[in-house]
């Protein structure tokens, strides 16, 4: 049983740019977040998909886009991208549409030069 | 707004000895509080969780407990081992208009064999 998967692992781009980060979630679940980790902070919660619609959304500008597909697995789109931007992108699922615990992806890590 | 507070944001322990994390959080409609551990470069671990209508939980070495009137949680580490190094976040989920949960900024712990 695969738990949560995300690619690619780590990738690097300049200002401007646009990324797309894709998660894929542990089977059985339904629900997928993602959270952006800046070096030494907890995760912030960007937003959550179910039933692909985007549910709720946190305190991030709309530059930050998401998609969730039938098969629940889910993308993250950031366009116009600033240096500040440079995070790890964390995907969570969970079922039970997100009242269940949720599991985390390993990451991928974002670099904006 | 919804805000979780985690102190100590470090914590060096003998080998043996206990390890106690606390954090606090804002909207008391929450109901559902976890607790991961994430080691350098990895994804968070769910290592415990507990709900609302739960005031105490222990896993072998780990224990949490919750006193919803303070809106307090704390995180209890007996018997640390140095595999126990890592850095530690609560989490709260408000529920309020959503499932998205709210992490803590992080406790870093360091056990000296």
């Known amino acids: 049983d695969a738990g949560v998967t995300q690619s690619p692992t780590h990738l690097i781009k300049t200002r401007g740019q646009q990324v797309t980060l894709r998660c894929s979630p542990k089977s059985g679940h339904d629900t997928v977040s993602w959270y952006q980790q800046a070096l030494g902070q907890g995760p912030q919660f960007i937003f959550q998909?179910?039933?692909?619609?985007?549910?709720q959304r946190g305190n991030f500008p709309d530059r930050f886009s998401g998609h969730q597909f039938p098969n629940y697995s889910s993308e993250l789109n950031v366009n116009a991208l600033l240096l500040g931007d440079s995070a790890l992108y964390l995907c969570?699922?969970?079922?039970?549409?997100?009242?269940?615990?949720?599991?985390f992806g390993p990451g991928t890590r974002l670099t904006v030069l | 707004g919804e805000n979780v507070e985690q102190h100590p944001s470090t914590l060096s322990v003998q080998e043996g000895d206990s390890a106690v994390i606390k954090c606090t959080y804002s909207d008391s409609a929450s109901n559902y509080f976890p607790w991961y551990k994430q080691e350098l470069g990895k994804r968070p671990q769910l290592i415990i969780d507990i709900r609302s209508n739960v005031g105490e939980k222990k896993d072998q070495r780990i224990a949490v407990t919750l006193n919803k009137t303070a809106k307090h949680f704390s995180l209890h580490i007996t018997e640390t081992q140095p595999e126990d190094s890592a850095v530690y976040f609560c989490?709260?989920?408000?529920?309020?208009?959503?499932?998205?949960?709210?992490f803590g900024a992080g406790t870093r712990l360091f056990v000296k064999a």
């Open positions: 969570a699922s969970s079922q039970l549409a997100g009242t269940d615990t949720q599991y």
């Open positions: 998909y179910y039933e692909e619609e985007e549910r």
């Open positions: 989490a709260a989920r408000p529920h309020t208009g959503g499932f998205k949960t709210i």
